[in-house]
């Protein structure tokens, strides 16, 4: 059974940092290497949104919003997915959900709150 878990959520001063994690679970090393992986963020009454994206191959993508500030990584032999965010501002402020994907299968984490004060 596919598990994802966030962590690293919290409260943060506007410039400061965190680094979110997503630990999977169900998944060899293998197949996770086979899966695209996303960050998403959601603040209530909105859509979910997608904030970066890793490929199988590496390749990374990233909302507008959050170029040169956020960085996704990950690694395959850990099951671990990362999102380095930086230069935090208030309207970082969201529920953070890693997902992997591929194919017609997404699987989602629970998700981990973010909240940054200025």
């Known amino acids: 059974q596919v598990q994802l878990a966030e962590s690293g959520g919290g409260l943060v001063q506007s410039g400061g940092s965190l680094r979110l994690s997503c630990s999977a679970s169900g998944f060899d090393s293998y197949t996770m290497s086979t899966y695209n992986w996303v960050w998403y963020r959601q603040t209530p009454g909105t859509e979910r949104r997608l904030v970066a994206a890793?490929?199988?191959?590496?390749?990374?993508n990233y909302v507008d919003s959050v170029k040169g500030r956020f960085t996704i990584s990950r690694d395959n032999d850990k099951k671990m997915v990362y999102l380095q965010m930086n230069f935090l501002k208030s309207e970082d402020t969201a529920v953070y959900y890693c997902?992997?994907?591929?194919?017609?299968?997404?699987?989602w984490g629970q998700g981990t709150q973010v909240t940054v004060s200025s």
């Open positions: 890793i490929t199988t191959y590496g390749t990374t």
């Open positions: 997902s992997a994907g591929r194919r017609a299968t997404t699987f």
